[in-house]
């Protein structure tokens, strides 16, 4: 019997759990944000592969935060390391923190005043929410999502 309890307070937690996680995807969701899963090992050691990290979108990107953004056909997360205006659009240079060297940016970002090209605001598509500089985030969690795509 008490085997049965103990299991069943277990299945409680984990459905609480889950419950928490996808109202917190909903609330994010109708604030324009999501939710991410990291692939590899450019955030080391602030996020890892298979971690599943909440974004919200903002107008005000600063120094150190963490974005996700368009590249290629997929999706990056970086630290941006400096904010520029060129020609009114904000761009910006991003860095994965275990990176020795910033992400190639886009033609679009070109100033000559720069040795590297910034991100356009416009493949921004959110920053990573974190408390006291620490990004909130759900280990292993993204796993699952980084399986199913493929």
């Known amino acids: 019997?008490?085997?049965?309890?103990?299991?069943?307070?277990?299945?409680?937690?984990?459905?609480?759990?889950?419950?928490?996680?996808?109202?917190?995807?909903?609330i994010f969701r109708a604030a324009g944000g999501g939710m991410a899963a990291?692939?590899?090992?450019?955030m080391e050691p602030s996020l890892h592969s298979g971690d599943l990290v909440f974004i919200v979108r903002s107008d005000s990107i600063r120094e150190g935060d963490i974005i996700v953004f368009r590249s290629g056909g997929g999706?990056?997360?970086?630290?941006?390391?400096?904010v520029y205006e060129k020609d009114?659009?904000?761009?910006?240079?991003t860095q994965g923190d275990?990176?020795?060297?910033?992400?190639p940016g886009s033609s679009r970002c070109a100033d000559p005043a720069r040795r590297h090209y910034g991100i356009p605001e416009?493949?921004?598509?959110?920053?990573?929410?974190?408390?006291?500089?620490?990004?909130?985030k759900v280990p292993y969690l993204g796993s699952l999502a980084l399986l199913l795509r493929g």
């Open 38 to 42: 990291v692939s590899g090992r450019s």
């Open 98 to 103: 275990n990176n020795p060297f910033p992400d």
């Open 122 to 136: 416009d493949l921004v598509v959110g920053v990573v929410i974190t408390v006291f500089g620490i990004p909130i």
């Open 75 to 82: 999706y990056v997360i970086h630290r941006v390391i400096e």
């Open 1 to 26: 019997m008490r085997g049965l309890v103990s299991k069943l307070l277990e299945d409680r937690q984990s459905l609480a759990a889950l419950a928490l996680l996808i109202a917190l995807y909903l």
């Open 88 to 93: 009114g659009m904000k761009c910006y240079i």
